[in-house]
């Protein structure tokens, strides 16, 4: 099965970094994916590791390390409208419908 | 930009009735979804649906639910004796063929709410 593991919460300041990290027990997947939220909106993609180490796209970076099970979303020059839930999310392999499974979500709240 | 379409964005409906949700996926789009998100829990994966049949669902998908593409655009999600522990948000998502990436495509849901 797949467990992807989030802290629940995470508060950080406008113009800061924060990083919102991913633990999971999996018995293999393709990449780790990361997807924003904001309240009453739907998941929209921000970002893919396919392989280990980290990718960037503008403000946000993620990072897989396949050995430690462990991955991370990296968000700088932090913005209000950045406040929103992020999740991490994989597509198992030996699985050809290529569904997601999430993991449980962490809520970021940008301090002015 | 195409975009994964909704309707409706919220639904009341009272306990043991048949709701129908609908979807249009992006156009050229294969593999089309359903997903659950119960109020301040994680998304949760229902079914999936290629080449006009069901390739995978969840243990959450029993017998109640079924799915649809009735016209080769819609994607309807039925739900045959709504429960009150159905109520949660319904996000329908598509994805392109065998890309590189996992990138799922998320309508902005329907909010259902079982009375």
């Known amino acids: 099965g797949q467990s992807l593991e989030q802290p629940s919460e995470v508060t950080a300041v406008e113009g800061a970094i924060v990083q919102i990290n991913c633990t999971y027990q999996?018995?293999?997947?393709?990449?780790l994916s990361w997807y924003q939220q904001h309240d009453g909106g739907a998941p929209t993609f921000l970002s893919y590791?396919?392989?280990?180490g980290l990718e960037e796209t503008g403000r946000f970076s993620s990072f897989l390390s396949r050995s430690d099970s462990y991955g991370y979303l990296l968000l700088q020059e932090l913005q209000m409208k950045d406040s929103a839930s992020y999740f991490c999310?994989?597509?198992?392999?030996?699985?050809?419908?290529?569904?997601?499974?999430f993991g449980s979500g962490t809520r970021l709240l940008v301090r002015p | 930009e195409p975009e994964v379409t909704q309707t409706p964005s919220h639904q009341v409906t009272q306990m043991g009735q048949e709701v129908i949700l609908r979807c249009v996926p992006i156009?050229?789009?294969?593999?089309f979804y359903w997903y659950r998100q119960i109020l301040g829990q994680k998304v949760e994966f229902l079914v999936s649906?290629?080449?006009?049949?069901?390739?995978?669902k969840s243990e959450i998908f029993d017998d109640q639910f079924s799915v649809e593409r009735p016209d080769g655009s819609n994607f309807t999600l039925k739900i045959r004796s709504t429960k009150l522990e159905d109520s949660a948000m319904y996000f329908c998502?598509?994805?392109?063929?065998?890309?590189?990436?996992?990138?799922?495509?998320f309508g902005p849901g329907t909010r259902l709410t079982v009375l």
């Open positions: 998502a598509s994805r392109p063929g065998t890309g590189d990436t996992d990138t799922q495509y």
């Open positions: 999996t018995s293999g997947f393709y990449g």
């Open positions: 590791n396919a392989l280990d």
């Open positions: 999310a994989v597509r198992p392999r030996m699985d050809s419908s290529y569904k997601l499974i």
């Open positions: 156009s050229n789009h294969l593999y």
């Open positions: 649906f290629y080449n006009n049949e069901i390739s995978e």
